[in-house]
């Protein structure tokens, strides 16, 4: 059997991968301030419980990686897949900081796999100019997976209890995971790509992407992670991801204590910012491609849309100024959108400025920057909350992108990147 837009069904897959990966890891924050008051766990003990998802998380994004280039994506995705899955149903039965902290641990121990692993198969089977759209595509499950997560999770617990809404969430990865079990493989590989689409692919995909895993270059990775590249891309994803983390897991917290909303209200509003974000990830992958085909240089191209999105994200500092909750929402849009039109092309560098072999490893090591960045931002944010008002984190928030926006232009150059990208 072949089915005709494999490429297009995997980019579906890939985004429905990172969807089930953002409604795990958001469902402790829909429903923290219940959880908070059954266990009597204040806002340093949450910050607390996040920090050891991010620890967990900086610590396997590098590793996950190089497991990504030496397994191969099928393989490595269904393991990170398993892991994140099995652990966000271990939830359910945690009764504290100590026990949350773990379960924390082991999902943040599967779900940045999720990463490396969808960058690797975009490159794997889409080329340069539509590159930037495949991981907008799957980097828009983030979004649509935190704007289904409020009213979901709230629905199912207020309906049957929030233990039952992680088991759910969990439950739902194993059911991903059949499919993608029988759909994936490499386009030199796969048995359901029909010959004509294949044709189209090979002649588009670069010659290193089609060499049988057990052949390739062993990756380097001293060597990798020390390159100026790989560097900037750190740095970067470490200012900036912690910016959409706090949206993700202190959301719902700020609406409840500086806007009085309850379990109710959360479900029904707090999904509005991910939806302008899942607009922004395939929007701006889709723009810089169509400015590749209007004849821009990649690296331009690539740099034009981020400098957009970093530009957006100044006008989230007045939320905590706006004198309604609804105009709160409104200016919290502009991170998710801004971060948006960002991250779908920062993500794709990495298939930019290194060769196939080493796509993994890189977006690994710089993801691992962003989960530092998350851990610290975080338990600072814990902090500075417990103690002042959320204003001080809508200021840095906001100018965290276009900061960012000049490292890249500083350390990355036009000629740092690949001829044949």
Known sequence: MKIPKLRWIIAAMLFFATAVNYADR???????????????????????????????????????????????????????IGVWSLAAMLHAFATGVWSFGICRFLLGLGEPGNWPAATKAISEWFAPRHRALGVGIFNAGSSVGSALSPPLISWLTLRYGWQFAFIAVGITGFVWLAFWLLLYDTPHRSKLLSAKEYEEIRHEIPVAEKVNYADRPKVEWGRVVRTRE???????????????????????????????????????????????????????GYLSGML???????????????????????????????????????????????????TANLQTLPADLFPGYEVGTVAGFSGMGGAIGGMLANLGTGYIVS???????????????????????????????????
């Open 26 to 80: 958001q469902a402790l924050a829909v429903v923290s301030d219940r959880i908070r008051a059954q266990f009597d766990l204040t806002e340093i003990d949450y910050s607390r419980i996040l920090a050891g998802f991010f620890l967990a998380y900086a610590i396997m994004y590098a590793g996950s990686g190089y497991i990504v280039d030496r397994l191969g994506t099928k393989k490595s995705f269904s393991l990170f």
């Open 387 to 421: 103690k002042f008002t959320y204003a001080p984190i809508f200021i840095i928030a906001g100018l965290m992108h276009p900061i960012s926006m000049v490292i890249i232009w500083k350390m990355l150059p036009d000629s740092r990147f690949r001829r044949e990208a």
């Open 292 to 342: 590749m085909r209007k004849g821009w240089a990649l690296p331009r191209a690539r740099k034009r849309i981020m400098l957009i999105g970093a530009l957006c994200l100044p006008i989230a500092i007045l939320a905590p100024f706006a004198p309604s909750a609804g105009l709160a929402i409104a200016a919290i849009c502009f991170i998710t959108f801004g971060h948006g039109f960002w």
């Open 230 to 284: 790989a560097m900037a891309l750190c740095l970067a994803r470490t200012l900036t991801d912690p910016v959409i983390y706090f949206v993700i897991f202190w959301l719902p917290a700020y609406l409840v204590k500086e806007r009085h909303f309850n379990q109710k209200d959360i479900g029904q509003y707090s999904w509005v910012p991910f939806v302008f974000g899942g607009i922004a990830y395939m929007l701006g």
